[in-house]
């Protein structure tokens, strides 16, 4: 999967070129802790490498393709401190890359200065991002890798590879959906654990307890941070105190995901926390789902997803007209202030090219909602939908969220 990928972005990219793909580095958090590593994504997605320390050099030259992969050297201390790195051997086996063309990341700079002395031409550089090392003093950002080889080598131009990978990302290969049905599959299991509960929590936070308890459980994480917001919380579109007392009158909406082997879901519903949709809440609610369903059938390739946006907005004007809270379509935006969705993937608002029509492969999520603090009430619908042949698949469709199928599942 990963040597095909690679492939892919070989023939985008010019002859005579230098592609450098840095993993990123575990950022300290105090003197011998660090942060969870977050690896660059446009290097994991061209090794499948999870490591800190890391980096990988794919060279076209004369149409003849190499790589080069780093990773972390293995050290005594390394060893018994935080446990052995990863050997050439695993390495090998996750990135499909030659053991002959794996190096090690101390080599790393030796090797692209070796590489770009006296050779012109085009030099590829993710900028996407600027992880720091661990080291104190070996402090090391890829604008300053890139700044020290200019210096070195006035010669090479250098260019900026993001985009370029960017495009590979948006068209997901079965792999890859793959990998994100299961991230909704253990996002399903999560919500409907947290439902199940919903009538003896008392807080937010409680709640949200059962769906952290589904994560550890499958061994996964949460792809960002749970929103758990009841009542007039769930009109903040990024609440995540989750800590209000539960009022059982109330709605609650939760957004959420899990990222299962890096490739994230992200899913909303709302529910009644008494377990049945009454009055208001009933109405509001069905005028969502039904934008939430529209947008959702809407999906297929050569589509945007502002054209999407523009129809999910005349259903819910309409509907908020009907109920009287504004009187023209343009009034909309009071209630619903966001975009219709996103693309999904390594990240969950995944890099994509704003503007761009849809095409197959590609995974989008449809979230509408409404908004209503003079009302208490906040409300999301959101699938996540692949980009099909024939139109569109919902990935998430065994999450319930018609009305009779929530309240049923609620009483039982
Ligand atoms: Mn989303």
């Known amino acids: ?88 051997e695993e390495a090998h086996e996750v990135s499909a890359i030659d053991k002959k063309d794996i190096k090690f990341y101390d080599e790393f700079e030796d090797v692209l200065n ?61 792999s890859e959906v793959k990998l994100i049905r299961k991230a909704i599959t253990i996002t399903e299991e999560g919500l409907n654990n947290l439902m199940k509960n919903a009538p003896t929590a008392t807080t937010e936070n409680e709640l949200e307890a059962y769906y952290d308890f589904t994560m550890k459980k499958n061994d996964v994480k949460v792809s960002f941070h749970t929103i758990a917001a009841s009542g007039a919380n769930a009109t903040v579109l990024h609440y995540h105190d989750n800590n209000a007392k539960l009022n059982k009158e109330d709605l609650i909406l939760f957004d959420l995901g899990v990222r299962y082997k890096e490739y994230c879901s992200d899913i909303s519903r709302t529910f009644p926390l008494n377990g049945e949709f009454i009055g208001k809440k009933r109405e509001l609610y069905s005028i969502v789902l039904e934008a939430n369903k529209e947008a959702i059938k809407m999906v297929k390739t050569g589509i ?87 139109g569109y698949e919902n990935l998430s469709i065994s999450i319930i969220k018609e009305i009779d199928d929530i309240e049923s599942f609620m009483r039982s």
Not at 56 to 83: P, S, Y
Not at 115 to 124: N, R
Not at 360 to 385: A, F, H
């Open 1 to 88: 999967m990963k040597r095909e990928i690679r492939k892919n972005y070989f023939n985008k990219i010019a002859d005579n070129s230098v592609s450098i793909f840095i993993g990123g580095d575990e950022i300290l958090e105090n003197a011998d802790a660090v942060h969870n590593f977050a690896v660059n994504h446009h290097f994991f997605y061209l090794t499948g490498i999870n490591k800190p320390k890391s980096a990988l050099v794919l060279i076209k030259k004369d149409g003849e393709e190499k790589e080069i992969l780093f990773i972390e050297r293995n050290t005594e201390l390394l060893a018994k401190w935080q446990g052995a790195r990863m050997s050439v």
């Open 304 to 390: 945007t997803m502002e054209e999407i946006n523009n129809v999910v907005k005349e259903i819910l004007s309409a509907g908020m007209i009907k109920l009287g809270y504004i009187k023209e379509a343009s009034e909309i935006s009071k209630y619903y202030f966001h975009g219709v969705g996103h693309h999904l993937g390594l990240d969950v608002h995944d890099v994509s090219k704003r503007g761009e029509k849809l095409e197959v492969g590609n995974i989008v999520t449809i979230e509408p909602g409404l908004y209503i603090p003079e009302s208490n009430i906040g409300i999301r619908i959101e699938d996540d939908i692949l980009v099909t042949k024939d």
């Open 114 to 174: 070796g590489l770009s002395k006296g050779k012109s031409g085009a030099k590829y550089e993710d900028l996407s991002d600027y992880y720091f090392t661990l080291d104190n003093d070996d402090e090391f950002r890829q604008r300053d890798l890139i700044e020290r080889l200019q210096l070195k080598n006035p010669q090479i131009n250098i260019k900026n590879s993001f985009s370029t990978v960017t495009k590979l990302r948006m068209v997901k290969t079965e």
